[in-house]
């Protein structure tokens, strides 16, 4: 039930994002809809392509596609009150990618991949559906240039494997993980801090 | 034979489409296969991969390959004359995202998935070609900004569960949803009618 | 391990093309990582999916991520060396191509595919990391417009199919394949050969 909650409102905030970036591209109705929707699913999609778990998730579970469709619905609605939820939007956003990383790493546990490929498989699942939000709206993803965000869900999988070294029970490890990946992005949005951009020197 | 006719006829209009795109962006003679190419098969190949009908279906049966290998070389060659067989162009491509449109769905129905989701991939395969095509060449997909497209997939979609619900035979509900796409997207077409653009209000 | 060894200076070569490609458009430390990743692995994680080979071949074998990793880190570390290395890298990139070439055309065989398919695979599995990594760079990509590439792939791969009509072994046409990719690509760079542009003439 915690979890379910979680996941909705993770994707609810996945969904707003792709609608925000979605609306100024001044996309069409459609397009809002389907960018909205790849941002929310996208990087579980991906995941599951991976893996070979198909057919992919939300095409077994309707609760994702409906969430999606009312947040869009309401999103286009109340765009203008949409500012006064910014800060409730990013704290749903960051707590989505927390769990949306775990969700990956549980994935690839059944899976029985190694704990690097959980962690990459845990990255995707929280990172790609930007990415392809920011392909289709044809810019370089904002991920591969200026935001910790993959960074929080490397490190904060990570030490899922570290914690469930311990003599800990998995939940917390779980839970834990997650709230490392909360702390690390929230970290990084308030201190302004960023990866170092890479580029060859001149002369 | 009929239905073949018309997917033949519909990987032509479409791997049409990509040529001209393709050579809009002055690509080279591999650059205007390639997004021939996935133009006409974009769409299935990404329906099939999301429930996990591999390998997908132009690797099981090369008359799609050879359809679009011959119509690139005919597109190439008779170039100059392409724009007087563009309102029969536009009919195979409208008729194709019918058939196209029904393809999804049965391949959805064969899955065992939802009405909803079976409308989604029937969208997937009909239009999701020419959503590559355009990142391919650097575009903001055409059908997120500007046309009905995809809502026509949509409505002529749902109309089928629709009359499946209908005493009425099965085979007929199918040629009925393929009309409704068709009708709805020649009157879009017609009328210039547009989904309206989303954007927030200034100020 | 003859075999082994060339797959690692491919995966090498084509990771250090795609951490070039993310410095020229000055992205993050984990841009960097993922544009070097999607070069090396991209085209073979493409081929796995269409023919349903999941979990992908780099989920399985820690080899390639840790190749790929220790790449990224050394070409970053030593960036301003990397220009007296250029040759052995194109020299690696072009032995790679015509290795994955054969890669992909022995898992068509494997999936039971004609050898049509099996080409396609094989050039898929040598040009599509490049394609992935150029499209995540908001670029066209570079083998569409302008460089003899995948058509040394076809070449080379269609012509292990009429080696292996040949009374000789079939480790003989598999390297006589590796070697005509091979050889073309560099004839084509040697000799700035590149296939026409398609444009349509005006007036």
Redesign the interface.
């Known amino acids: 039930m915690f979890y379910q909650t979680i996941d909705i409102l993770g994707t609810v905030a996945f969904a707003i994002s792709g609608v925000l970036v979605?609306?100024?591209?001044?996309?069409?109705?459609?397009?809002?809809l389907?960018?909205a929707f790849v941002t929310a699913i996208g990087g579980g999609?991906l995941r599951d392509?991976?893996?070979?778990n198909?057919?992919?998730v939300w095409?077994?579970d309707?609760t994702y596609?409906s969430t999606i469709f009312i947040t869009v619905v309401l999103g286009?609605v109340f765009?203008?009150q949409l500012r006064y939820v910014r800060k409730s939007l990013f704290l749903f956003d960051t707590i989505g990618i927390g769990l949306y990383t775990m969700v990956g790493i549980e994935k690839g546990l059944l899976?029985e991949?190694?704990p690097?490929?959980c962690v990459?498989l845990g990255t995707i699942t929280a990172s790609f559906g930007g990415?392809i939000r920011d392909?289709?709206?044809?810019?370089?993803?904002v991920?591969?240039?200026?935001e910790i965000y993959?960074?929080a869900c490397i490190l904060g999988g990570a030490s899922y494997f570290l914690f469930t070294q311990l003599p800990i029970e998995e939940s917390y490890a779980y839970l834990a993980a997650i709230f490392i990946v909360i702390t690390i992005r929230l970290l990084a949005v308030r201190f302004g801090i960023?990866?170092?951009?890479?580029?060859?020197?001149e002369g």
């Open positions: 979605a609306m100024e591209k001044r996309l069409d109705l459609f397009g809002v389907i960018i999609t392509l991976l893996i070979g198909t057919p992919v095409m077994r309707l596609v286009i765009v203008n899976a991949l190694s690097i490929m990459t990415v392909i289709l709206c044809n810019e370089i993803p991920i591969f240039r200026k993959a960074t960023r990866l170092p951009n890479i580029y060859k020197k």
